[in-house]
């Protein structure tokens, strides 16, 4: 059974910078695509950023157009670890922010409906 477990998110003046992460295990796929999520209050879960996985790497990555430049999604093999670092926050970025994974390859995933596994979620807040 795949496990996703978020940390790192907090409150972050606008312009500020946060890191998050998120331990997975279960795998037993050798490809997987493994993704950050967003939902802020009133909104639907929306696709941030999403990296395709396979033979202890990243092989590609797709970002939202909203942060493209001040996000960046990139993952530890050894430790079994997704991370989304985020800079150049703004109060727009303002969220839970959730993990997600799914085995196997395939089409990119950007809608919610296509993610088999997801975590707990991490809040984010950014003030001006």
């Known amino acids: 059974q795949v496990q996703l477990v978020e940390s790192g998110g907090g409150s972050v003046q606008a312009g500020g910078s946060l890191r998050l992460s998120c331990a997975a295990s279960?795998?037993?796929?050798?490809?997987?695509?493994m993704g950050w999520f967003r939902q802020a209050p009133g909104k639907e879960r929306e696709v941030v950023a999403v990296?395709?996985?396979?033979?202890?790497?990243?092989?590609?990555?797709y970002y939202t157009d909203s942060v493209k430049g001040r996000f960046t999604i990139s993952q530890d093999n050894a430790k079994n670890t997704l991370y989304l670092q985020m800079n150049s926050l703004n109060t727009e970025d303002t969220a839970m922010y959730y993990c997600?994974?799914?085995?196997?390859?395939?089409?990119?995933?950007?809608?919610?409906?296509?993610?088999?596994?997801w975590g707990q979620g991490t809040q984010v807040t950014v003030s001006s």
């Open positions: 997600a994974a799914r085995s196997g390859g395939g089409a990119w995933p950007l809608l919610p409906n296509a993610y088999n596994y």
């Open positions: 279960g795998f037993t796929d050798r490809h997987n695509f």
């Open positions: 990296a395709y996985i396979g033979g202890g790497g990243t092989v590609g990555t």
